[in-house]
């Protein structure tokens, strides 16, 4: 259980926060915390509370695109390994007790690990180091691009088809969302695999 800290608890703002959903593993008052902070800038629904370590597997197994938030004093170094070996391109954030904690956890995979109080700005930072760590990832079957002020991760077999439109280019996808894009067909088609993807 996590011991009682004072934290900043203004809303994260202007943050540009991760597109997939959300698994919050740990007791009520960390997600409590958590969904406070970042929960004006996503869709509630994009959020998953998990309480139970045997739920929250399963859970990350059944999510798109999943960013896991993971008390680890509740968990155990050996959690963190059972996440990553689950899917090993989740960014994982891991919230520690002790920089012995710490230092585990980023050995074992964490893209960033929080030590109380959870400031507001040290959150940004795990977060923006998720982003990071997702748009490095676009070898690994995600196309990433920007639009307007947002930051998109698209999974390469979400995508249909990229079709031309003037200056821009609607990216088709199999949910029948899309997206404009202001990049050029020739320089998404130069980031998709040629083994998936072929130009008409």
Excluded: W
């Amino acid at each position: 259980m996590i011991t009682a800290y004072e934290t900043d608890t203004r809303p994260l703002s202007g943050l540009k926060i991760h597109t997939g959903q959300i698994v919050l593993i740990g007791d009520d008052r960390t997600a409590d915390t958590f969904t406070r902070l970042i929960g004006p800038r996503i869709d509630a629904s994009a959020v998953i509370r998990v309480k139970e370590m045997s739920e929250s597997l399963n859970r990350i197994r059944g999510c798109r695109n999943p960013l896991v938030i993971l008390d680890q004093s509740q968990t155990g170094a050996q959690f963190l390994d059972q996440v990553r070996n689950l899917s090993e391109h989740a960014p994982v954030i891991t919230l520690c007790q002790s920089p012995e904690m710490t230092e585990q956890a980023l050995a074992a995979g964490a893209v960033d690990s929080i030590l109380p109080p959870y400031p507001t700005d040290r959150i940004r930072t795990a977060l923006h180091k998720v982003h990071r760590y997702c748009v490095n990832k676009n070898g690994d079957g995600f196309l990433n691009f920007r639009q307007s002020d947002r930051s998109i991760s698209l999974r390469y077999n979400q995508i249909v088809c990229v079709v031309s439109e003037k200056k821009r280019s609607h990216i088709e996808l199999s949910n029948g969302n899309s997206f404009l894009s202001t990049h050029l067909l020739k320089d998404l088609h130069s980031r998709l695999p040629e083994e998936s993807f072929i130009r008409v």
